[in-house]
C-alpha cells in the first residue's frame, strides 16, 4: 500500500498500518510530491508495525546532495533492519524544477550517478570520485547499515529500464497497465537472483464507474502530458488513443483534454469498482511478472463520507486475508 493514506493524520497512522497488517498487505512504500517526505511515514511504520515491509517509491535524485540521501537510506536501513528498500528515480521537472528551485538537468545521468554512489556508500565505503553529473569527496557514512538495503530504480523507457537490469537490484513501475508489464520487462535483460519488480498500481474502489472514470481522467491529464510520461506511452503504443488529449493540451484546454481521455485508457490505467473486483485486478498485474504491486488507493465517495472508519474497512476488503476469511 502507499502511504500515507489520504484523510488520516500521520500521528494516527499507527491504527492504519495495524489495519494494513492485519489485512494482509505485507509492504508499505511511501511516494514523494507535495505531501510528506517519502521518509518520514516508514520511519513511523518501522517503529509501529515491525512486521511490514518498507519502500520508497520514489526518492528523487536531485532532491537531496548524494550524501544526505545517503544518510536518511542509512537511518531507515538502521530502524529497520533488513525490511527496507531505497527506490530512487529522476522524477519530473516539475517536482524538481518548479517546487524545488534544482535544475533538471541530465536525469539520465543523475540517476546512474546517484545510484553508483549510494551502492558504494550504504556498503560503508569511503567515496571519492567525480561522477559525471556531480563529484563527491571523501564522504563516509559514519553509521553504515548493517543490511545496506536494495536499491530499485523507478524506469519508464528502455534506457532507463535497462539501466535497472544491468545495475539496480530491482525496478520500479508506474502508469502502465497489467497487460503493458511484459513490454516494459522486456528491455531489463537477463534478471539476476532477488531482483525485485514493484509497480505503483491506482486503485479507486467504487462500484461509482463515472465518479471513478473522472477521478482517472483528471489523474491521466496531469501526469500523462508530463513529457517523459507521454513518450512513455507513446513507446505503449497509446499515440492515437491519448493524441486528441495531448493535442487539447497544448492548446491550453484543460477541461477538452480530459474529456478526450478514452474511457478504455482510464479502466486500463485506474482499477475501479467492488473492492474484491479491483484486488482481482491488481493480482494481473502479479500474474505478467510484478513482484511487489504497490496500491495507491484514489478517494471514494464512501470513503469520503464514512472517514477513517470507512477507510479502514475498504483495507480490509482489499486484503489477502479477506480472501482468506471468505474461503
Not at 216 to 235: C, K, M, N, Q
Amino acid at each position: 500500500m502507499t502511504v500515507p493514506l489520504g484523510g488520516i493524520a500521520l500521528a494516527q497512522h499507527d491504527a492504519a498500518y495495524a489495519a494494513l497488517d492485519r489485512a494482509g498487505f505485507t509492504d508499505v512504500w511511501s511516494s514523494e510530491v507535495a505531501g510528506t517526505d517519502a521518509f518520514t511515514p516508514l520511519a513511523l511504520a518501522a517503529a509501529w508495525q515491525p512486521g511490514l515491509r518498507l519502500g520508497t517509491a520514489i526518492t528523487p535524485v536531485f532532491t537531496r546532495g548524494p550524501g544526505l540521501l545517503a544518510m536518511s537510506a542509512a537511518a531507515l536501513a538502521e530502524a529497520a533492519p533488513g525490511r527496507f528498500s531505497l527506490g530512487i528515480g529522476a522524477s519530473s521537472p516539475v517536482l524538481v524544477r518548479d517546487w524545488n528551485a534544482v535544475p533538471f538537468d541530465e536525469p539520465f545521468r543523475r540517476t546512474r550517478d546517484m545510484l553508483r554512489f549510494l551502492r558504494a556508500a550504504l556498503a560503508g565505503e569511503t567515496v571519492d570520485e567525480a561522477y559525471d553529473t556531480f563529484t563527491v569527496r571523501r564522504f563516509t557514512l559514519e553509521r553504515p547499515p548493517a543490511v545496506p538495503p536494495p536499491i530499485l530504480l523507478a524506469a519508464l523507457r528502455p534506457g532507463m529500464l535497462r539501466l535497472a537490469g544491468a545495475e539496480a537490484d530491482g525496478v520500479i513501475l508506474n502508469w502502465l497497465s497489467a497487460d503493458d508489464v511484459p513490454r516494459a520487462l522486456a528491455e531489463l535483460g537477463e534478471r539476476r537472483t532477488g531482483f525485485e519488480v514493484a509497480a505503483r498500481i491506482f486503485v479507486c474502489p467504487t462500484e461509482d464507474a463515472a465518479y471513478a472514470r473522472a477521478l482517472g481522467r483528471r489523474l491521466i491529464t496531469s501526469y500523462l502530458t508530463v513529457p517523459a510520461y507521454a513518450e512513455f506511452h507513446r513507446w505503449l503504443g497509446r499515440d492515437e488513443a491519448l493524441a486528441p488529449m495531448w493535442a487539447a493540451w497544448a492548446a491550453g484546454d484543460r477541461r477538452g483534454a480530459s474529456a478526450a481521455v478514452p474511457d478504455e485508457v482510464v479502466d486500463a490505467l485506474v482499477l475501479h469498482g467492488s473492492p474484491e473486483r479491483c484486488r482481482a485486478e491488481v493480482r494481473r498485474y502479479a500474474d505478467n511478472g510484478v513482484d511487489v504491486p504497490i496500491v495507491a488507493l484514489l478517494p471514494t465517495p464512501e470513503v469520503t463520507a464514512g472517514g477513517a472508519t470507512a477507510l479502514l474497512s475498504l483495507i480490509a476488503r482489499l486484503g489477502t486475508n479477506s480472501v482468506e476469511a471468505s474461503a
